[in-house]
């Protein structure tokens, strides 16, 4: 079913832990870093999938979202500095990056690798399609 994995009871036991750790932060996290968590376990875990080889380019990975992180992250910095926004400090932990609350500074992170995963794993699906 999924080519080149197969499911047994590893994939049990990391279901398992990641259930039990998604119930662990509900208590200890703020909602802003459970979202990020929720957003990056899939595409994280997907992106070890071998026909992918997503995890093959590092550089280029570490590369593109170094760029957004500079440009949209200035850029938040600035508006946060302005005053244009701000964060709840209820949604938010205390921890501050520059002027920017962690869970803010990891969403310049977090959010392109999966929108990369995103485009690779489609683009690996449309060529496996034209076969």
């Not at 197969?6 to 039990?20: A, S």
């Not at 990020?36 to 875990?45: G, K, Q, T």
């Not at 005053?83 to 921890?95: A, K, L, T």
């Not at 990891?106 to 690779?120: A, H, S």
Request: hydrophobic letters at 55%; one cysteine or more; aromatic letters at 20%.
């Amino acid at each position: 079913m999924f080519g080149y994995w197969n499911l047994d009871i590893d994939y049990l036991l990391l279901f398992v832990i990641c259930h039990l750790l998604f119930r662990v932060a509900k208590i200890i996290m703020s909602p802003y870093m459970s979202v990020l968590l929720l957003s990056l376990s899939v595409p994280f875990v997907l992106s070890f999938y071998p026909p992918l080889k997503f995890y093959r380019k590092p550089r280029a990975l570490a590369a593109s979202i170094a760029a957004v992180l500079a440009v949209f992250g200035s850029w938040d910095v600035f508006a946060v500095w302005r005053g244009h926004w701000s964060f709840d400090p209820g949604g938010v932990f205390r921890i501050r990056v520059i002027n920017l609350p962690l869970e803010e500074a990891l969403f310049f992170v977090v959010i392109p690798f999966c929108c990369i995963f995103t485009w690779e794993a489609i683009k690996y699906l449309m060529q496996r399609m034209r076969r």
